[in-house]
């Protein structure tokens, strides 16, 4: 195959941005469709030192952002730890994190459109809302919400999670995590600069959005976080199942999708702007290599294969026992009482433990993370 003339990217989030600056940077011919551009996309914004580390930008800039340390975990009517993360991690509005990216697009020579794309007809004709495009070869990164059915997301409920939340004007310096009995997902407060996104994620599956409502305003009361000053959202979020990941179709004869588009986001956590990132950048440099063909191995060679191993456990982290106690409890408790087991939470939240690793860790460490806790109890008995 020879090398594409004209690129077109659909969607100018974390996925397509960074793809456009990277493709446009190395001379290739590109043109960037957003309906948009720069908006305040649903979304906590935390990036973790896995993302901070590989794109050093993100964290060396004089752009507004959170950098936070502290983080508050608990599980509704059960146990509560609150400790420091080794590696903070930095919150940005998505306004101004796609902004940053669109900035870079422009400067590395990419085409910016602001163009709503209705449909994709054959041969790459892109119908916009105001003009018709043409183009060698494609790039899916419409995100979660992408109305392109057969590119990448499959677009089944059981694919899917919900969230919902608000923009919460106020600062605040610690993360809030809340996990509930029967939720399979959590609740969050990140704040930001001068607001907090604050929201819920779920499965529709186990319950509808106006159940997930109740519970994220019962969150807020408790909170004293006020809805009357904030700014309502919902979006859906990528929550793949494991068979889906498997069967993932991200490539096709000219065409890839990147990012949400292809459902690339962490079952349990939630995390997707590692993966928008990397995902645009093992595109790009399969697109500049002339080898297309070989970037859903890429994918899957980097992080396929954990996700699926996340989406395999996820339903047992949020809902399974262990020792006598549901996986959440215990996971909070380990956490207050054991340095070792505190070190693997800390390597999670950096992304630095995949799930793949993550059983043989813990049976490893098993031994000395009881014995730092039956320690921590005669520490607070004695006292
Ligand atoms: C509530 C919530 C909280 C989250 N919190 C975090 C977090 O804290 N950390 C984290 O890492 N991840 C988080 N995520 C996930 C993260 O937001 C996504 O993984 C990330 O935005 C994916 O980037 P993307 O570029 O693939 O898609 P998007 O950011 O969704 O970008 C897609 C773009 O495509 C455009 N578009 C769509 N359709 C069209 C069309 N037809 N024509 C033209 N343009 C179009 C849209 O305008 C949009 O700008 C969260 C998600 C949600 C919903």
Aim: charged letters at 20%.
């Amino acid at each position: 195959m020879s090398a594409p003339a004209n690129i077109a990217i659909v969607g100018g989030g974390p996925a397509g941005a960074f793809a456009a600056s990277l493709l446009a940077g190395a001379g290739r011919n590109v043109t960037l469709f957003d309906e948009r551009m720069a908006w305040e996309k649903p979304c906590g914004g935390g990036l973790t030192a896995k993302a901070l580390d590989r794109y050093p930008f993100l964290r060396d800039n004089l752009q507004p952002k959170k950098i936070v340390r502290r983080v508050e975990m608990s599980l509704l009517g059960g146990p509560r730890v609150h400790f420091d993360l080794r590696d903070p991690v930095y919150v940005y509005s998505r306004h101004t994190l796609n902004q940053m990216l669109l900035d870079r697009a422009s400067a590395a020579g990419a085409r910016l459109v602001q163009e709503r794309i209705t449909s994709i007809e054959p041969n790459w004709k892109l119908r916009g809302t105001h003009e018709t495009y043409a183009a060698d070869f494609l790039v899916i990164a419409s995100g979660a919400r992408t109305p392109f059915s057969g590119f990448g997301l499959p677009q089944s409920q059981a694919d899917t999670s919900m969230t919902l939340g608000y923009f919460v004007p106020g600062a605040r310096d610690t993360m809030d995590l809340e996990f509930q009995p029967g939720l399979e997902g959590y609740l969050w407060i990140f704040p930001r600069d001068t607001h907090a996104s604050v929201g819920i994620c779920g499965t529709l599956l186990r319950e509808p959005s106006s159940k997930m409502k109740e519970r994220l305003h019962d969150y807020m009361r408790r909170h004293q976080l006020q809805t009357e000053s904030a700014r309502f959202y919902s979006h859906r979020l990528p929550a793949l199942r494991r068979e889906s990941l498997h069967n993932l179709r991200a490539a096709g004869e000219n065409w890839a999708a990147a990012g949400d588009a292809a459902g690339l986001v962490d079952p349990i956590t939630g995390e997707g702007l590692f993966y928008a990132l990397r995902s645009a950048e093992l595109l790009a440099d399969a697109i500049k290599g002339n080898r297309v063909a070989e970037y859903p191995r890429a994918l899957r060679n980097e992080f396929g294969r954990d996700l699926e191993f996340g989406a395999r456990i996820a339903p047992r982290f949020f809902h399974g026992n262990f020792l006598g106690a549901s996986v959440l409890a215990r996971m909070i408790q380990f956490t207050a009482r054991s340095a070792t087991y505190s070190a693997l939470i800390q390597d999670l939240f950096a992304g630095s433990q995949g799930y793949l690793g993550l059983k043989r860790r813990l049976y490893k460490n098993l031994g000395r993370t009881l014995g730092e806790i039956a320690a921590s109890f005669f520490r607070t008995t004695s006292r």
